[in-house]
């Protein structure tokens, strides 16, 4: 998966699948609640992956003329963005159940042993 920001898209495939059509800046309010990292996620990350995910035939724009105010890019999920979002559910479902096993085992580990500090200065006085 690699940059954290990549963790983005599948937030953004999912609130166009929830709202069928939605403009970035009410994208932009809406990915912290969903938001798969802590970290801040910059607006020019999220227009950065709307722009790779059309460019990928995963979500579609038009501009929007309607109404007072400047034109405003409405964003789309295709049918290529569903098949990706599933995808995403799966890869993220496989990360979830080896990410639970690392922590348990982490946990387990940290609980049951010396820090290795403690190990060294044992050994060394032995």
Same mark, same amino acid.
Request: glycine fraction near 6%.
């Given at each position: #998966?690699?940059? %954290?920001?990549?963790?983005? !898209?599948?937030?953004?495939? *999912?609130?166009?699948?929830?709202?069928?059509?939605?403009?970035?800046? =009410? %994208?932009?309010?809406?990915?912290?609640?969903?938001?798969?990292? $802590?970290? +801040?996620? !910059?607006?020019?990350?999220?227009?950065?992956?709307? &722009?790779? *995910? !059309?460019?990928? $035939?995963?979500?579609?724009?038009?501009?929007?003329?309607?109404? /007072?105010?400047?034109?405003? &890019? *409405?964003?789309? *999920?295709?049918? &290529?963005? =569903?098949?990706? %979002?599933? !995808?995403?559910?799966?890869?993220?479902?496989? #990360?979830?159940?080896?990410?639970?096993?690392?922590?348990?085992?982490?946990? /387990?580990?940290?609980?049951?042993?010396?820090?290795? &500090? +403690?190990?060294?200065?044992?050994?060394?006085?032995?």
């Amino acid at each position: #998966m690699g940059n %954290l920001y990549r963790f983005v !898209e599948p937030v953004l495939l *999912l609130l166009l699948r929830t709202k069928g059509q939605s403009y970035g800046y =009410e %994208l932009a309010s809406e990915v912290p609640k969903y938001a798969l990292t $802590d970290a +801040e996620i !910059e607006v020019s990350a999220l227009y950065r992956t709307l &722009r790779q *995910l !059309e460019q990928n $035939d995963c979500v579609t724009s038009k501009w929007d003329v309607e109404g /007072s105010g400047p034109a405003r &890019r *409405l964003y789309a *999920l295709t049918a &290529r963005g =569903e098949q990706h %979002l599933e !995808e995403w559910v799966t890869v993220l479902g496989h #990360m979830s159940k080896s990410m639970t096993r690392f922590v348990s085992q982490a946990k /387990s580990t940290v609980k049951n042993s010396k820090p290795r &500090r +403690e190990q060294a200065k044992t050994s060394a006085a032995a």
